[in-house]
């Protein structure tokens, strides 16, 4: 079997499809480079003193764990000496991270949830990361949060990374959806699925159920409709499935199909999820693999961000499973 690495990929990308800059390039290599380093961090998990929390909370009020600060540092200091970047936003910090005057700056944007699901770390279960990358305007030397306020539709790229039983790095460039499988034995990511696509049609759903007094209108009916199984409305049974990493319940949705949903509710009235560096990059690769992601009203890359820690309602997936949510918003 021809074994394709993530970094000849990318040189395939760049030269013969000129799809890709060769800072890009650059830039998708240190990522994956540092996802690497992470997985390492959190296989080790106890044995390295990694789990629990640091005793600190983030800009969003949540409790930072050990290996939330980890993967924070691990992403930082790759990006920085690179020459890629113009700046970087963390889940982790309040304000954009300045590249070093001592380093050359690039022109791109890098937005990334270093640990998304960490509440799944202590207790084994599969979390990740997640990334966006944006082009910074011209002209503008120390990018602020302002700089970053871009609608995700104008993304250059997004990719995740899942540490469950594999390590796995999905990747767009805006050209479909590409999965790779880090070769723990030779140290490089191998490409195990191209052109992912998920089908447009489901019967499986994920959504916290504990919130369902919350919900508004619209989303109480497509879940009762999908309960209601083969008697109802739908005339089939669904099943439910809900991890609590946005990334590992995301990355069966690309294998199998499904639709997720953080909609908003009288709890998250702004919804749950940040728009900017799990919503916007999520819906990136979903849209590119042939499915959908809303807010329940507009479709997600279109939102025009206010800020950089902004939240948003989420429904994502199979096509046909999230327009039928949103047609729900629009008859409500
Ligand atoms: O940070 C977001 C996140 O951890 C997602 O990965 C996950 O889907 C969601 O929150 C879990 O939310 P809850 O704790 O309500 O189940």
């Known amino acids: 079997?021809?074994?394709?690495?993530?970094?000849?990929?990318?040189?395939?990308?760049?030269?013969?499809?000129?799809?890709?800059?060769?800072?890009?390039?650059?830039l998708i290599e240190v990522v994956a480079r540092a996802c690497k380093s992470i997985s390492i961090a959190i296989s080790k998990g106890a044995l390295a003193d990694n789990l629990g929390s640091a005793g600190d909370e983030n800009i969003q009020g949540e409790v930072q764990k050990k290996l939330d600060v980890i993967s924070n540092e691990i992403l930082l200091e790759a990006n920085e000496w690179g020459g890629h970047l113009a700046a970087m936003a963390s889940e982790e910090m309040e304000h954009p991270h300045q590249i070093p005057h001592r380093f050359p700056k690039g022109e791109y944007l890098l937005l990334f949830d270093p640990l998304d699901g960490s509440s799944n770390i202590d207790v084994n279960v599969s979390v990740g990361t997640i990334f966006s990358v944006l082009r910074c305007a011209e002209g503008i030397t120390a990018p602020d949060a302002e700089a970053f306020m871009q609608p995700g539709a104008r993304q250059v790229a997004a990719g995740f990374a899942v540490y469950g039983p594999s390590t796995l790095l999905v990747l767009t460039l805006g050209h479909g959806v590409a999965v790779f499988t880090l070769d723990r034995e030779i140290g490089s990511f191998v490409l195990t699925q191209d052109a992912v696509t998920i089908p447009a049609d489901t019967s499986e759903f994920a959504i916290n159920m504990s919130n369902m007094r919350h919900w508004e209108a619209p989303v109480r009916r497509y879940i009762e409709e999908c309960l209601a199984g083969k008697t109802g409305p739908r005339g089939k049974d669904f099943n439910m499935r809900w991890v609590a990493s946005m990334v590992a319940d995301l990355f069966r949705i690309l294998t199998r199909g499904g639709v997720f949903m953080y909609p908003q509710d009288a709890k998250h009235t702004h919804g749950r999820l940040r728009l900017m560096y799990e919503a916007n990059p999520m819906a990136f690769i979903v849209e590119q693999a042939g499915g959908a992601a809303t807010d329940g009203r507009t479709r997600i890359l279109e939102l025009q961000p206010t800020g950089l820690h902004q939240r948003t309602g989420l429904v994502i997936g199979s096509k046909n499973e999230v327009e039928r949510v949103t047609r729900y918003h629009h008859e409500a």
Do not use: P, V
Request: charged share 40%.
């Open 1 to 26: 079997m021809r074994r394709i690495s993530l970094s000849r990929y990318l040189i395939e990308e760049q030269r013969e499809k000129h799809w890709i800059e060769g800072d890009l390039r650059l």
